[in-house]
């Protein structure tokens, strides 16, 4: 059974960092073909995928947000992190992570889903 | 940046047929996938790789992709499909491996 689950701060100041982690189970990051992405949704607004590692360590980011965000994997702790500097009042969203799957044509496409941390941008 | 079209709102009567529409310059080169959300919840994998649906998935959800448009269609909708439905894809270039449109709320009369 494949679970994922976020965690992190539920409030952060403007101009901080935020850190948020996946804690996942069912199957292993170290398995071929195997990425997790992060994807996020602003209150009443759409998804906005960000970020994505795979099994092999690649990375891969949002173009729009690259410069804020870091993506890393623990293996051995079944966990991805997430980092994104510079918060800002407009990054208000849950931040929820899935596990991510490549089809033939390079598109990644998302067959379980964490159920996502809200994080509050305020001063 | 790449995007993909949906129709912001859908509305049908229980037991019709609702058609969700989604467009994108790269959607004949790309697969469509399709998400449901109900309020509070995470997102649902409907269709994938334009009209595949995962295990657990009613058959009245379908998928069909033709050019630059996918399309999710419900059949015989119920009162639990109200819902919003996202389509997701990517460029044909490499550039947005993961892009989202932006939802259709389903409301059932």
């Known amino acids: 059974q494949v679970t994922l689950r976020e965690s992190g701060p539920a409030l952060v100041k403007p101009t901080q960092t935020v850190t948020l982690t996946c804690t996942f189970s069912g199957f292993s990051l170290s398995t071929n073909a195997m990425c997790v992405s992060w994807i996020r949704q602003p209150p009443g607004k759409a998804l906005e995928w960000l970020a994505l590692i795979d099994w092999e360590d690649d990375k891969y980011y949002s173009t729009s947000q690259k410069t804020r965000l870091t993506i890393s994997k623990d293996t051995s702790k079944n966990q991805v992190v997430l980092t994104m500097t510079n918060m800002d009042p407009v990054d208000t969203a849950t931040y929820s992570c899935?596990?991510?799957?490549?089809?033939?044509?390079?598109?990644?496409?998302?067959?379980?889903w964490g159920q996502g941390t809200l994080v509050t941008v305020s001063s | 940046s790449y995007e993909l079209t949906q129709p912001p709102s859908v509305s049908v009567s229980p037991g019709q047929t609702a058609r969700i529409t989604c467009s994108g310059d790269?959607?004949?080169?790309?697969?469509g996938y399709w998400y449901q959300q109900k309020s509070g919840q995470a997102p649902l994998l409907l269709i994938y790789?334009?009209?595949e649906r995962p295990s657990g998935i009613p058959e009245r959800f379908s998928g069909s992709n033709s050019g630059t448009k996918v399309t999710l269609t419900i059949s015989g909708v119920q009162a639990e499909d109200e819902a919003d439905y996202y389509c997701?894809?990517?460029?044909?270039?490499?550039?947005?491996?993961?892009?989202f449109g932006g939802g259709t709320k389903l409301t059932v009369l």
């Open positions: 790269a959607l004949p080169k790309q697969y």
């Open positions: 899935a596990r991510s799957v490549r089809d033939s044509g390079g598109a990644y496409y998302f067959d379980y």
């Open positions: 790789k334009d009209t």
């Open positions: 997701q894809s990517a460029d044909s270039s490499g550039t947005y491996p993961a892009v």
